[in-house]
């Protein structure tokens, strides 16, 4: 059976609003952007709350265009809603926020610096000790499997490999909320089960706070505790679904268990899948 349940569990708030307990939360966001030429403004996302735990790990998904991505770029600070209010550990998000990192579907690594180098970049921006820094990097990398190519560049490695680095890089700063968006959607399939499971796995050690968008359904239920779906744009939170599989560390096994099925059906459904399908509209 799916389970659903409320988007925002309400468990008191502090002085400045924040729900207590909540590492980051959306409350009642709208973003809009100016029309091109006099146009009336478009509204990506409207009217959006949400609440994520600490060390949970939450799965948003939704049509292209209805302002998933939109959302993540609040969270961090790079957007500020034009209604509403975004909070990280409670405080009130003003502006790009040092407790959360955020990775791309690109890895954006820099070519004229080792893999290394790459990983230990926000390390350095930060001013962290050399040495101190070298070693956070080395451990992850070890971590992701790129023992070895420290010395190596970008060009030099495979897709799957810059896609490791830049979760090293990601995680080298240690942050409180770790945001992103569709990180492993340029890789072949058998590559991104590899990099998810080693993603399960670090998330789930470091208890890390996730929220993550995905067009990949099965991807989303095995990585995470919530799933959140989103409407088509102006695009708002229409249903949570709770995922009841346990091992949330280990998606290998999680993509084996008989569960899945329903949560993807009950996916589809709501994303209207095979209405669109049979409209020729993809």
């Not at 190519?149 to 799957?160: I, K, N, R, T």
Request: aromatic content about 4%.
């Amino acid at each position: 059976m799916v389970s659903t349940s409320s988007l925002v569990k309400q468990t008191g708030s502090d002085e400045a609003g924040a729900t207590v307990g909540a590492r980051i939360e959306f409350r009642n966001v709208t973003r809009r952007f100016a029309g091109k030429g006099g146009a009336a403004p478009v509204v990506a996302a409207q009217n959006v709350s949400l609440s994520i735990r600490d060390g949970e790990v939450v799965s948003l998904i939704g049509p292209s265009g209805c302002g998933k991505s939109t959302l993540l770029n609040m969270g961090s600070g790079l957007y500020l809603p034009s209604e509403g209010e975004v909070f990280v550990n409670g405080a009130r998000v003003t502006g790009p926020n040092p407790q959360v990192a955020f990775m791309l579907q690109k890895d954006l690594l820099l070519p004229w610096r080792s893999i290394r180098e790459n990983v230990e970049l926000g390390l350095h921006i930060r001013g962290m000790d050399a040495r101190q820094r070298r070693d956070r990097a080395i451990a992850l990398m070890q971590r992701f499997h790129l023992k070895g190519f420290e010395d190596h560049y970008p060009h030099q490695l495979s897709g799957g490999m810059r896609q490791r680095a830049a979760m090293a890089r990601t995680l080298a700063v240690e942050p409180t909320v770790l945001l992103m968006d569709e990180p492993f959607s340029a890789l072949d399939a058998q590559t991104k089960m590899v990099l998810q499971q080693d993603l399960a796995m670090t998330l789930a050690e470091e208890k890390k706070t996730t929220l993550f968008i995905t067009h990949d359904l099965v991807e989303a239920i095995t990585l995470s505790d919530r799933v959140l779906v989103m409407s088509k744009r102006p695009g708002t939170i229409i249903e949570e679904i709770i995922i009841e599989i346990p091992g949330r560390e280990d998606p290998m096994v999680r993509r084996r268990d008989s569960r899945i099925a329903a949560y993807v059906s009950r996916l589809m459904e709501l994303l209207h899948i095979d209405d669109l399908v049979s409209s020729d509209a993809i």
